[in-house]
């Protein structure tokens, strides 16, 4: 019997020390030395993989602070962007309008490419000291520039000056009072006259302002007041019929009587 036992206990230390951890399921020296490297290889991995975004992160951003690269770049130039000889802030007169449409214009711009005009600008219409209306460029010639623009008929008579790639655009214009634009839309909804009205933000119009329609005469009819305003237009409802709505027209917002 204690031969036995002594042959089980020399057999158990011929066995290896890996075999043994496998046995009993723990880990040997030799094991935790190698889990030991793979933490080190993963540190290594982490902190590779972290200097690799800062790498990315810094040609976004650009130089870090104190670098010999650290000088301000300014942003693409006019050139760049619209190619040689293009300008900015080029202020002309509008030199001719036509209707083409309901409350459109089409527009001549005493400005072309000899002066500075290239394809892809925009500008605006001046209003005081905002804006009008804005537009985009529809074609160019040497000396003339056309575009399309959104306003009340009844407003034809402010364009006169633009705008054409302006480095900063002004506020919407400020109310005024007396403000005519013409009706563009009418229709029934629930037993009242909805009008669509072509004043808007750009033009000076303002949510809760008062406003009528003009009668025979020049005389106030059909009072309202704008339940909405967007840049272009201004919503109201009124209580006369679509018939009779029809029969004037235009409006005045912000009356001064």
């Given at each position: 019997m204690a031969h036995s036992f002594r042959h089980a206990h020399d057999?158990?230390?011929?066995?290896?020390?890996?075999?043994?951890?496998?046995?009993?399921?723990?880990?040997?020296?030799?094991?935790?030395?190698?889990?030991?490297?793979?933490?080190?290889?993963?540190a290594a991995d982490h902190a590779?993989?972290?200097?690799?975004?800062?790498?990315?992160?810094?040609?976004?951003?650009?130089?870090?602070?104190?670098?010999?690269?650290?000088?301000?770049t300014a942003?693409?130039?006019e050139d760049d962007r619209y190619g040689a000889g293009a300008g900015?802030?080029?202020?002309?007169?509008?030199?001719?309008?036509?209707?083409?449409?309901?409350n459109r214009f089409q527009i001549m711009i005493g400005l072309g490419y000899k002066q500075g005009v290239r394809p892809n600008m925009s500008?605006?219409?001046?209003?005081?000291?905002?804006?009008?209306?804005?537009?985009?460029?529809?074609?160019?010639?040497?000396?003339?520039?056309?575009?399309?623009?959104?306003?009340a008929e009844q407003e034809a008579d402010k364009l006169r000056?633009?705008?054409?790639?302006?480095?900063?655009?002004?506020?919407?214009?400020?109310?005024r009072k007396d403000m005519r634009g013409r009706v563009v839309s009418i229709s029934l909804e629930h037993e009242r006259t909805r009008i669509v009205i072509g004043?808007?933000?750009?033009h000076g119009a303002r949510w809760g302002m008062k406003g009528h329609l003009i009668g025979s005469g020049g005389r106030p009819v059909a009072p309202f007041e704008p339940t909405s305003v967007d840049l272009d237009t201004a919503v109201a409802y009124v209580e006369e019929?679509?018939?009779?709505?029809?029969?004037?027209?235009?409006?005045?917002?912000?009356?001064?009587?």
């Amino acid at each position: 019997m204690a031969h036995s036992f002594r042959h089980a206990h020399d057999h158990r230390e011929d066995l290896d020390a890996t075999s043994t951890a496998r046995a009993v399921g723990r880990s040997s020296l030799t094991q935790r030395h190698v889990a030991r490297m793979n933490d080190q290889d993963r540190a290594a991995d982490h902190a590779q993989r972290d200097a690799a975004w800062r790498n990315i992160i810094q040609r976004k951003d650009g130089p870090a602070k104190g670098s010999s690269h650290d000088e301000p770049t300014a942003g693409p130039s006019e050139d760049d962007r619209y190619g040689a000889g293009a300008g900015t802030d080029l202020h002309g007169r509008i030199v001719h309008r036509s209707l083409v449409g309901a409350n459109r214009f089409q527009i001549m711009i005493g400005l072309g490419y000899k002066q500075g005009v290239r394809p892809n600008m925009s500008g605006y219409v001046v209003a005081g000291d905002g804006m009008l209306c804005e537009f985009e460029l529809k074609e160019i010639r040497e000396a003339t520039t056309f575009a399309v623009v959104t306003v009340a008929e009844q407003e034809a008579d402010k364009l006169r000056q633009a705008v054409i790639n302006p480095s900063t655009r002004p506020g919407l214009a400020a109310p005024r009072k007396d403000m005519r634009g013409r009706v563009v839309s009418i229709s029934l909804e629930h037993e009242r006259t909805r009008i669509v009205i072509g004043l808007g933000e750009r033009h000076g119009a303002r949510w809760g302002m008062k406003g009528h329609l003009i009668g025979s005469g020049g005389r106030p009819v059909a009072p309202f007041e704008p339940t909405s305003v967007d840049l272009d237009t201004a919503v109201a409802y009124v209580e006369e019929p679509p018939d009779y709505v029809r029969n004037y027209m235009t409006a005045v917002l912000n009356p001064s009587h």
